[in-house]
């Protein structure tokens, strides 16, 4: 059926099913997730996939999902194309948030806009919430507020200059969307805005996104989880994996220190390796947010000789050991 394949999808139960492909059985080439979905007992699910035009042989195969936790969305704070500050979790009082991760080519915001706004339009006010990451430099807010001009202010773009944000969020390709849950920040739907799919003599357009905004409103499951999205490389600036004597630790003395060791402000201590790991994630969504090291200066419009803000590259090194579930690794430690 012209650049697609229609399969329909038979399930036993309603629960979370994964379907995977590879183009060539027995090769020892992994399984690919194509689809998260929740399964139907009552009947059989259509499904399109839009990427196998190219594929001489194309496998795939059902598999039920016994558990998967959910994805935690920490808290972050980035300026957007106006010079306002957003935070993720200020929007606690709504019923989805939806963040388009663009990566670099702010074209894909363009592209994706009228999809955006027609989502969080067809809900009251305050329910949706429209957030489009941009992989770009504080330098480049001029150009992305020239190219985004008709943008309602509903639907702001937010430089993620550190591309931290971005990497702990994204599947690494973009332009990627999710929805998060407010109620227990977790992703509920990762994947394309909108898939159109060629069937020969017709075309037609998927939304999947749209669909899991309406299921999270509806306070139903979530009925396709994840799709995936065509081979376009995020292009994140590579990041230090850093170890935790070498490159946490001397992160930590120099920025956390004056006020996270004992008898000193902060409500807690950095002492040893064990405290730290046990408030990683608390950790994680201050830096993102700018809470900690407490300063909210826009580095756009000046330098400050006693900035106690961290460096793009801590941050990403730091939140990227966080990720990787803060590994002690070997060498001599300053903490603990």
């Avoid at 020892?28 to 139907?40: A, V």
Wanted: glycine share 6%.
């Amino acid at each position: 059926m012209g650049d697609g394949v229609e399969l329909q999808l038979k399930t036993p139960s309603d629960s979370p099913y994964v379907l995977e492909t590879q183009a060539q059985l027995m090769s020892g080439e992994l399984w690919k997730p194509l689809m998260e979905f929740r399964g139907s007992a009552g009947g059989a699910r259509s499904f399109v996939d839009p990427y196998c035009a190219d594929k001489e042989s194309k496998f795939y195969r059902l598999r039920q999902i016994l558990s998967k936790p959910p994805v935690e969305v920490s808290n972050f704070r980035l300026i957007s194309q106006t010079g306002q500050a957003h935070e993720l979790y200020y929007h606690w009082p709504a019923k989805a948030i939806v963040l388009l991760l663009t990566g670099k080519e702010i074209q894909n915001a363009v592209e994706s806009a009228a999809e955006l706004n027609r989502i969080r339009e067809s809900y009251p006010s305050g329910d949706v919430i429209t957030l489009v990451l941009s992989l770009s430099s504080p330098g480049e807010r001029e150009e992305i507020a020239a190219l985004v001009e008709g943008f309602p202010l509903e639907l702001p773009v937010l430089q993620d200059t550190s591309h931290a944000v971005t990497r702990t969020l994204s599947s690494g390709f973009t332009p990627e969307a999710l929805v998060v849950d407010p109620l227990t920040w977790s992703i509920q739907y990762r994947g394309p805005v909108q898939l159109t799919i060629n069937q020969g003599t017709t075309e037609i357009t998927l939304s999947p996104l749209s669909d899991a905004v309406a299921d999270l409103l509806a306070q139903r499951p979530v009925s396709i989880s994840r799709m995936v999205l065509p081979d376009t490389t995020l292009q994140v600036n590579p990041v230090k994996s850093g170890e935790y004597a070498s490159d946490i630790a001397p992160i930590l003395i120099n920025n956390c220190f004056p006020c996270h060791t004992p008898g000193n402000i902060a409500p807690w201590a950095m002492t040893e390796y064990s405290v730290i790991a046990e408030y990683a994630r608390l950790i994680k969504s201050a830096v993102l947010a700018g809470e900690m090291p407490p300063w909210h200066a826009d580095p756009k419009y000046a330098h400050f000789s006693n900035s106690k803000s961290l460096t793009g590259d801590e941050i990403s090194t730091l939140i990227d050991w966080i990720d990787r579930g803060t590994p002690r690794g070997g060498g001599r430690r300053s903490i603990g």
